[in-house]
């Protein structure tokens, strides 16, 4: 039997910290082994021995923020991974938060079900962006595709699913990867796949990635 993947819960609001808490503990592959008010409890911890798998903070907390706890925590304990919740729906702020070492982004709106998953993708050494923030930077991209749609056949449709996926698969993720990025099956991406090969008359998905690349379907 696996461990339970150790987590470490900081948030200034206790309400919202005992809320996360009592519905994670729920879960057998999880367990909560500390949490804090602030980021500087967080290094306490850390520093006494404490040492989660995941830490899953805020961002705005007195005395030391989710941002630079994160840039701490990958310093000093770089194996361990850090997952924000926060409300911030702010693309400069995500990107921040990416940049000082955080793997994952989740917005408080977000069920417990994504926080799960977002633990246990993270402890696979998986990165996870909040489904609400993906569909927002989806629905921008598609503008953008909008705008430069004079460039493909216009008997080629490409759908907001398939357009994530063929972002998805120019990053180089696997069918499989995929998939439990977007909480379907294989199956179902291997079918998606085919059918954008099938829509653009390419033969193998390079050829696919070059046509969209070039027709700026995707950048």
Same mark, same amino acid.
């Given at each position: 039997? $696996?461990?339970?993947?150790?987590?470490?819960?900081?948030?200034?609001?206790?309400?919202?910290?005992?809320?996360?808490?009592?519905?994670?503990?729920?879960?057998?592959?999880?367990?909560?082994?500390?949490?804090?008010?602030?980021?500087?409890?967080?290094?306490?911890?850390? =520093?006494?021995?404490?040492?989660?798998?995941?830490?899953?903070?805020?961002?705005? %907390?007195?005395?030391?923020?989710?941002?630079?706890?994160?840039?701490?925590? $990958?310093?000093? &304990?770089?194996?361990?991974?850090? /997952?924000? /919740?926060?409300?911030?729906?702010?693309?400069?702020?995500?990107?921040?938060?990416?940049?000082?070492?955080? =793997?994952?982004?989740?917005?408080?709106?977000?069920?417990?079900?994504?926080?799960?998953?977002?633990?246990? =993708?993270?402890?696979?050494? &998986? $990165?996870?962006?909040?489904?609400?923030?993906? %569909?927002?930077?989806?629905? $921008? %991209? %598609?503008?953008?595709?909008?705008?430069?749609?004079?460039?493909?056949?216009?008997?080629?449709?490409?759908?907001?699913?398939?357009?994530?996926?063929?972002?998805?698969?120019?990053?180089?993720?696997?069918?499989?990867?995929?998939?439990?990025?977007?909480?379907?099956?294989?199956?179902?991406?291997?079918?998606?796949?085919?059918?954008? /090969?099938?829509?653009?008359?390419?033969?193998?998905?390079?050829? /696919?990635?070059?046509?969209?690349?070039?027709?700026?379907?995707?950048?």
């Amino acid at each position: 039997m $696996k461990s339970p993947i150790k987590v470490l819960v900081a948030d200034d609001h206790a309400i919202v910290r005992n809320g996360v808490i009592s519905l994670i503990e729920k879960r057998n592959n999880i367990e909560i082994i500390a949490e804090a008010a602030n980021g500087l409890e967080v290094l306490r911890l850390l =520093q006494n021995g404490t040492l989660p798998d995941v830490i899953l903070t805020d961002i705005y %907390m007195p005395e030391l923020d989710g941002i630079e706890l994160t840039k701490l925590v $990958k310093l000093n &304990y770089p194996q361990i991974a850090v /997952l924000i /919740l926060t409300t911030v729906n702010n693309e400069d702020v995500i990107s921040t938060c990416f940049t000082a070492g955080a =793997q994952g982004y989740l917005l408080k709106n977000v069920t417990i079900s994504e926080i799960i998953f977002a633990i246990e =993708q993270l402890h696979l050494g &998986y $990165k996870h962006l909040s489904t609400a923030i993906g %569909m927002k930077l989806l629905d $921008k %991209m %598609m503008g953008k595709f909008v705008l430069k749609s004079n460039d493909v056949k216009s008997t080629i449709h490409v759908s907001k699913r398939e357009l994530e996926i063929l972002t998805l698969i120019a990053e180089g993720y696997t069918n499989g990867e995929i998939a439990e990025k977007l909480f379907t099956s294989k199956r179902t991406i291997e079918g998606n796949r085919q059918n954008l /090969l099938d829509k653009t008359g390419k033969k193998n998905t390079a050829a /696919l990635i070059n046509f969209v690349v070039r027709n700026g379907i995707i950048d």
